[in-house]
T-cell receptor, first 114, second 113 residues
Framework: EAGVAQSPRYKIIEKRQSVAFWCNPI?????LYWYQQILGQGPKLLIQ????????DSQLPKDRFSAERLKGVDSTLKIQPAKLEDSAVYLC????????????FGSGTRLTVV | KQEVTQIPAALSVPEGENLVLNCSFT??????LQWFRQDPGKGLTSLLL?????REQTSGRLNASLDKSSGRSTLYIAASQPGDSATYLC????????????FGAGTRLAVHP
């Protein structure tokens, strides 16, 4: 079974620029999550999708972050404009259903904002 | 508001030692607790999942225990090996949300030959 694919692996941008991350979950996984992991901290949930609908985006900084999951498969997370404090690893995860436990994480995208 | 704390933040041990990683949480009304492993530059891999009705789970050299009443979990690693070097994170679900997780900051483990 293929894992959760994320791209790019690394990204360096200047503050105030925009950036987008892409995630392809495991085939058949209805639930998709984006987490932000700042260096030295545990991952923090940003947004959760169930198919192509948003279940929870209460911790997403909506003034600069946006995410979508078209057709209930791939997802993109965008930051515009980026700030220095957005430097982190952005992890995508998927599961069969939000009511069934079991996560598979991607390798993440490491963002550096300079 | 649920908070998860892990102690110690870092640990360096010689190969072969038995060691204990600690995780504490403030809200004892959890459905389960999960331990993950994170290798540098990689995502998280689930190691053990303990349901709220269970006291412990074992997988190979790993044993995780859960004491809901005291808000604590421990991960015991027997006969540590250099390949065990990684960051270990514990996570519990958000209140009312089975699959939305709150993570601790992790324990960074180094096992040297």
């Amino acid at each position: 079974e293929a894992g959760v694919a994320q791209s790019p692996r690394y990204k360096i941008i200047e503050k105030r620029q925009s950036v987008a991350f892409w995630c392809n979950p495991i085939s058949g996984h209805a639930t998709l999550y984006w987490y932000q992991q700042i260096l030295g901290q545990g991952p923090k949930l940003l947004i959760q999708f169930q198919n192509n609908g948003v279940v929870d985006d209460s911790q997403l900084p909506k003034d600069r972050f946006s995410a979508e999951r078209l057709k209930g498969v791939d997802s993109t997370l965008k930051i515009q404009p980026a700030k220095l404090e957005d430097s982190a690893v952005y992890l995508c995860a998927s599961s069969l259903s939000r009511d069934i436990y079991g996560y598979t994480f991607g390798s993440g995208t490491r963002l550096t904002v300079v | 508001k649920q908070e998860v704390t892990q102690i110690p933040a870092a640990l360096s041990v010689p190969e072969g030692e038995n060691l204990v990683l600690n995780c504490s949480f403030t809200d004892s009304a959890i459905y389960n607790l999960q331990w993950f492993r994170q290798d540098p530059g990689k995502g998280l891999t689930s190691l053990l999942l303990i349901q709220s009705s269970q006291r412990e789970q074992t997988s190979g050299r790993l044993n995780a225990s859960l004491d809901k009443s005291s808000g604590r979990s421990t991960l015991y690693i027997a006969a540590s090996q250099p390949g065990d070097s990684a960051t270990y994170l514990c996570a519990v679900p958000f209140s009312g949300g089975y699959n939305k997780l709150i993570f601790g900051a992790g324990t960074r483990l180094a096992v040297h030959p």
